[in-house]
């Protein structure tokens, strides 16, 4: 009886551990999913404008020559904004003490992309101040 007992229990315990090692593969297949899309969202052309369109806000703000030579995308910082959206970091003149945080998220009238949010480092913010830029 001790026996049967035992082999019913451990078909429950492989049972269960199946269960469980499925659901974190799939949970992993999903996020991976998710990652390659967030991807071909950013590295679209119609992101690639919008962020430009960004950039070249700051550099419009600048009393002298432009002073936001480049910017580089931080694929390794993307990630789904709670809030919706997907969220990127954006390095600037290749210093990584400077950068921009942006929500990219899709407009539910014209379902384009939009930029609905950002963040600046303190030490980009403290050189753009430097620099003659005001920004609002």
Known sequence: MMTKRLKIWLVLLLVGAGITAGGAGYMKYQEHKEREVMLEIVKSEEVSRLL?????????????PAIIDNYTIDY??????????????????????????????????????ESTGN?????LSHYLEKNGVSYE
């Open 52 to 64: 430009d369109e960004e950039i070249n806000y700051y550099n419009s703000k600048s009393t002298g």
């Open 119 to 123: 963040v600046l480092s303190v030490d």
């Open 76 to 113: 390794t910082s993307l990630r789904r904004n709670p809030m919706g959206g997907i969220s990127v970091k954006l390095i600037i003149n290749n210093n990584s003490r400077y950068f921009i945080r942006y929500v990219i998220n899709t407009n539910a009238n014209t379902g384009q992309y």
